[in-house]
C-alpha cells in the first residue's frame, strides 16, 4: 500500500467545512488517535471523556467541536461533529482501491450471465445462469453469485462471500469475508409418522433475500433466504461481523447491528434500530424506529418507538439499571430476613412459653 500524499490543513479544513484555527500551509501526513499521533499527524477529540488525551496530544492538528478550548501548538479545526469529519478526512488519504476491469483467468462466468464491462471478476469467482454484476461491482477470489442473483453498481464482494440463488443485492454494498446470503432459513415442521420414524420435515425456504443500497454486512454473517417472499435488510443499514438474520426478518433502513446479535423468524426492525453485542430478538415480534437494545438483552416483546431497553428479558432501560444495582444489595438483604426471621421465631416461642 502507498503512503498517501501530503495534505494541507487549510484543503482539509474547507473538505468538512471547519473552521480553521492555527496554520493553515500545515503539511498533514497522515491521522491517528490522540494518544498515538505525532507530528504531521490529524486526530479528532469530540468526547470529554478523551480530555487528557487531548491535552497531551503530539498530533499537530485536532478535529474538535465548537466549544473545546484552545491548545498551544496544535492547530485546530473546529466542526459540528469531529468523528464524522475524521472519517471524511480519512477517506481522502485512503481511497477505495481501484482494480482494473474484466474477468480475470481462472474465474467462472456462465454464458448466461450478465456482467457488466466495468465490473471485476478475480480469478476463483463464480457467477451463475442468470445473474448479473452491476458496474464498478468487485467480486473477490472464491466470491459466488448463484444462479438469477443481482450484485448492484460499486459493491464489493470479498473472499468467499456466497450470495446463493435469486437473491437481490443492492449498489455500493459491502460483504466482508465469507458471510452467506441467502443460506436456507431454519424452518422444520415435525412430522411424528416419517417414513423412517418421527422426524422434523423440511419446509422448502423458496423466498430470497434483498439488501438494499449501501449496507454493509460484516464478516461470517448470515442472512437466511424467506420461506416465502423476502428477508429485507434496509437502506444503509450496517451489520456487524458474526451477526444472524433469520427468514423473513425485515430489517429497517440506517439500522445498526452488532457483533453476535441474532434476530429470529419474521421479527421486524423498524428505522434506526440499535442492537448491541449479542442481543437476541425473538421472532414475530416489532422492535420500532429508533429503538436502542443494549448489550447481551434478551427482546421477547415489542419496543416501542424510541424506546431504550435492556436486560433478559429486556425492560426499559432505566428499569433495568435500577434493577441491576438492586442486584448487589440482595446478599445483605438476605442476611436481614434471616434475623428479622429468627427474631420472629424466638418471640412466638416467648408467647407459647408464656
Known amino acids: 500500500m502507498h ?7 487549510e484543503e482539509l479544513a474547507t473538505h468538512v467545512g ?18 498515538e499521533a505525532g507530528p504531521g499527524e490529524l486526530s479528532f ?21 465548537q466549544e473545546a478550548e484552545p491548545r498551544e501548538g496544535v492547530s485546530l479545526v473546529r466542526v459540528s461533529n469531529p468523528h464524522l469529519a475524521f472519517a471524511k478526512i480519512s477517506s481522502l488519504f485512503h481511497p477505495r482501491p481501484s482494480h482494473a476491469a474484466g474477468v480475470r483467468p ?5 454464458p448466461e450471465a450478465r456482467v457488466h464491462p466495468e465490473a471485476t471478476v478475480m480469478a476463483g469467482a463464480t457467477v451463475e445462469k442468470g445473474a448479473s454484476v452491476g458496474a464498478r461491482a468487485v467480486l473477490f477470489p472464491g466470491a459466488y453469485v448463484g444462479e438469477g442473483a443481482g450484485i448492484g453498481e460499486d459493491s464489493l464482494l470479498y473472499p468467499n462471500v456466497t450470495v446463493r440463488e435469486h437473491c437481490q443485492v443492492g449498489a455500493r454494498v459491502i460483504l466482508h469475508a465469507s458471510c452467506v446470503v441467502g443460506a436456507d432459513g431454519f424452518g422444520f415442521a415435525f412430522n411424528p409418522e416419517g417414513d423412517n420414524g418421527p422426524e422434523h420435515y423440511k419446509v422448502p425456504q423458496s423466498g430470497i433475500v434483498r439488501i438494499e443500497d449501501d449496507v454493509e454486512v460484516g464478516a461470517c454473517t448470515t442472512i437466511d433466504r424467506a420461506t416465502i417472499g423476502e428477508t429485507v435488510i434496509g437502506r444503509g443499514s450496517k451489520l456487524d461481523n458474526l451477526v444472524q438474520i433469520a427468514h423473513n426478518v425485515k430489517v429497517g433502513p440506517l439500522s445498526l447491528i452488532c457483533a453476535q446479535a441474532g434476530v429470529s423468524g419474521s421479527a421486524e426492525l423498524g428505522m434506526g434500530v440499535v442492537l448491541a453485542g449479542q442481543v437476541g430478538v425473538v421472532g414475530h415480534i416489532r422492535v420500532g424506529d429508533m429503538a436502542k437494545v443494549g448489550a447481551q438483552s434478551g427482546v421477547a416483546h415489542d419496543v416501542e418507538d424510541g424506546q431504550v431497553v435492556s436486560g433478559s428479558p429486556a425492560v426499559p432501560h432505566r428499569e433495568w439499571l435500577r434493577m441491576s444495582a438492586a442486584l448487589g444489595q440482595i446478599s445483605d438483604l438476605l442476611k436481614e430476613v434471616r434475623t428479622l426471621r429468627r427474631r420472629v421465631e424466638t418471640l412466638e416461642k416467648k408467647e407459647k412459653g408464656g
Not at 503512503?3 to 490543513?9: E, G
Not at 488525551?53 to 478535529?63: C, D, I, Y
Open 3 to 9: 503512503a498517501p500524499s501530503p495534505r494541507r490543513l
Open 18 to 35: 471547519g473552521e480553521l484555527v492555527g496554520d493553515a500551509g500545515l503539511l498533514i501526513t497522515g491521522l491517528n488517535g490522540l494518544a
Open 45 to 65: 477529540y469530540g468526547n470529554p471523556r478523551y480530555r487528557k488525551q487531548f491535552e497531551a496530544t503530539r498530533a499537530s492538528a485536532v478535529l474538535v467541536t
Open 106 to 110: 481462472g474465474a467462472f462466468v456462465h
